[in-house]
Structures are given as C-alpha cells and as structure tokens.
C-alpha cells in the first residue's frame, strides 16, 4: 500500500458512512507515513509529558521526544514552567501548558492553548479536586510497538477480556457500552461502567461518579481516567515507528493517604500497574508483530469500540491538515 493510499483510506473515517473498520495494517508499519506523524501530528500537538510533582523543584526537568527533537520542561528560578528544545537557543521555544497538576508541551510554539478545550472536562472533575491530587505511584516503560497500537487500545476496554481476564476485567464488564463524546479535535471524553460501584473514602464522589470510568484522552497520546477517587494517567510518546515510551502514574488526594503507609501503598500500586502493564505490553507486541506480516488484513471494528473511531478521525484530521 502507498503512501498516497493510506492517507486517503484515512480520510474515509471522516465522511459520513465512514468504514468500521481497523487501519490497514500498513498505516502501523509505513516508514512514509511515521515521518508524516511526526511533523503533522506529534509535531504540532499537546504531549502529556509529567505530572508537575516530579517539575516541583527550581530547575527540575522532564524530556520528551516526541518526533525525536528532544523537548524539555523546565521549572524555572522563577516558578514558571518553560520548555526547550535540545536542537538549541535558535529553536522556537516549545509551547508547554499546565492544566490542573499535568505538564504538556508542544513542539509547535504558536500552538493554540489546551486548556480551553478542557474545559467542560475539568467542571466535570471539578470533585476530582485534581489540582490537589498527589502522585502516590508513578512509571515509564519501553514497549515495541507502533504508538496507535498503544493508542487505539486505550480507547476501548473491550480488550480486557482478552489481554486482562484476571485485574482489568474484573472491574469493567465484558463488553460494557462506552459513550463517547467529542470536545474537540484535541480532547475525546470517555465513559464506561464499572461492574460494581468502586470505593471512594478520600472524596465525596456521586454513585454515578463511582460506578462510571471517566476517560479524557487528549490527542494524540495522552489520558486520564478517574477510578473511584484514584486518577491514573498515561501518555504513549514514540522512540521510533515500532517503539515508544509509556509514561503514567496513579494520583489520590492527600486525604487518602492520612494515617496510610504511603510507601506500602506506592508498592502496591505499582505492582499492580506493572501486572496490567505487562499485559497490555505482551498483547500490543503481539498485534506489532501481526501487522507486520504480509498477510496481515484490516478488521471490522466492534460496535463497543466508538472510542477508536474517535481516534482514527483525530488522526486522519492531523494527518490531513497542512
Ligand atoms: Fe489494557
């Protein structure tokens, strides 16, 4: 398949009778079309990089590479956040944003602002009390694959009965609907019921708010979803066309964690992320290694995957903007 080829099948999910269908599996594996990504996409859009907590301290810093031009986030002496690129002072500083406690950056330094496409989103969390939140566990991984394998597999569950029967799928129903709704072309929210109410002693959330996944995916690769009074965020940024770095983290509030064992708990924590890490890992290399053969062929997308036409349209608009 050409390049020509595949960027018109991406722009099928944009008309009105848009094929349910996967990529073509080329869209994963084309040379051509990474280097596209990288200027059209990555190049010019909101990378979740950190939660401020680890850019606290004068003269912390977090990188990200996004198109491979090392983006780094600074706190400066001043307590402003500032971002740079490593190709030097003749570079445009890149845009960085904070949005209630999360550092994005943006290659693109004339990017227009985040935050105004989060709005309804935070009023939404407003008892989330996000700004508050601490990061009580945190990690970052290496997985081979492409970034939209990744992607795309964060906004469903219906793989957890295949790659999570014993922890994810214990919580989220087989299946369950998920209802989908576009803020923009930056922000997708994401609702998906649990099967039970989960817990939440550290914040008065609603019935609703406990037995609903709320799910804000900020394109192109980065997410935060409420699970009970527990935030767990995740940001997929690519090391090359069939690798990438996976960044993420569980944040509570400070109230959960009175009279707690905060190291026993940031244990457990990360224990079990590396457990659902781990499996969502073996199965996206598993697919990698999939669309990587000749015979590989697209699929017909589930009804309970709206959440990926989401994304294949936010896609196909990046790709497709000059
Ligand atoms: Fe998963």
Redesign the pocket.
């Known amino acids: 398949m050409t390049h020509t080829e595949i960027v018109a099948e991406l722009g099928r999910y944009l008309e009105a009778d848009a094929p349910e269908m996967s990529l073509p599996p080329a869209a994963f594996t084309s040379p051509e079309l990474w280097e596209t990504e990288r200027e059209r996409v990555f190049g010019r859009s909101w990378v979740l990089a950190a939660h401020v907590e680890e850019l606290a301290a004068p003269g912390a810093s977090v990188t990200v590479s996004p198109t491979g031009e090392p983006l780094t986030v600074v706190r400066d002496t001043d307590g402003a956040l500032r971002a740079r690129s490593a190709l030097g002072p003749h570079r445009p500083a890149p845009a960085v944003e904070e949005w209630r406690g999360f550092a994005f950056v943006n290659r693109d330094a004339s990017a227009e602002p985040l935050a105004p496409h989060l709005r309804r989103i935070g009023v939404e969390l407003d008892a989330y009390r996000l700004p508050e939140m601490t990061p009580l566990a945190a990690w970052r991984e290496e997985w081979r694959c492409n970034w939209k394998i990744a992607v795309q597999?964060?906004h469903e569950n219906y793989?957890?009965m295949g790659?999570?029967p014993t922890t994810?799928a214990l919580i989220t129903p087989p299946g369950g609907a998920m209802e989908v709704r576009a803020e923009s072309r930056w922000v997708t929210r994401l609702l998906s019921p649990f099967r039970e109410p989960l817990a939440a002693t550290a914040l008065p959330l609603t019935a609703e708010q406990r037995a609903t996944m709320y799910n804000c995916a900020v394109f192109p690769s980065g997410s935060l979803a409420a699970f009970g009074d527990s935030v767990v965020w995740i940001s997929m940024i690519p090391l090359a066309i069939d690798r990438i770095e996976v960044r993420g983290g569980v944040l509570v509030h400070p109230s959960a964690l009175e009279g707690q064992d905060r190291d026993a708990l940031r244990v457990q924590n990360e224990e079990s992320a590396a457990v659902?890490n781990r499996?969502?890992r073996l199965?996206m290399e598993a697919v990698q290694r999939v669309v990587g053969s000749r015979f590989a062929e697209r699929g017909h997308l589930s009804p309970k995957e709206p959440g990926v036409m989401a994304f294949y349209r936010g896609l196909a608009r990046a790709v497709l903007t000059d």
């Open positions: 597999n964060a793989h957890a790659l999570h994810v659902v499996e969502d199965g």
